[in-house]
């Protein structure tokens, strides 16, 4: 995974991760408010330390050929904030296994550049750290990040 915006979603009973692509927008919130649009539909459930947080897809403003723009609203719940995510493309890829990893001795055990990792996700038994977690800045692949 290159640096972006990467979230883990449960999807019925499946996995994906999940890349935010032409971000238009992120927004911290102390209580989740709605974010204006029409035809809204739940997309998916995102998953995030046992909170399940719903992904859902607006269709805002008109484009010039006169159709509606869609634009996908990621939210996430973190650090008890919630964070909404507006892109307008968003890449899904199905994984098999995955899981946070919440061990925080574990978690110290890595960093990236003297960076520490924030979170660890074990995705098909390979690990993403990411670092910048309060700004869902980097994900980064186990290619770059390694052990103390």
Do not use: W
Not at 15 to 42: F, N
Not at 64 to 87: F, N, P
């Amino acid at each position: 995974m290159a640096d972006g915006y990467y979230i883990l979603m449960r999807h019925g009973e499946k996995y994906y991760t999940m890349e935010a692509v032409s971000v238009v927008e992120v927004v911290e919130s102390d209580h989740l408010q709605k974010i204006p649009g029409s035809c809204e539909h739940l997309e998916g459930i995102m998953v995030h330390r046992g909170i399940l947080l719903p992904v859902y897809v607006f269709e805002r403003g008109e484009r010039d050929s006169g159709s509606k723009a869609i634009l996908y609203v990621i939210i996430m719940y973190m650090h008890e904030r919630y964070i909404g995510i507006m892109c307008n493309e968003v890449k899904m890829f199905q994984v098999e296994n995955a899981r946070f990893i919440s061990d925080k001795n574990l978690i110290k055990r890595y960093n990236y550049n003297d960076e520490l990792i924030e979170l660890l996700i074990d995705v098909d038994n390979k690990l993403y750290g990411l670092i910048e977690y309060n700004k869902i800045d980097r994900m980064l692949d186990e290619n770059n990040i390694r052990r103390n």
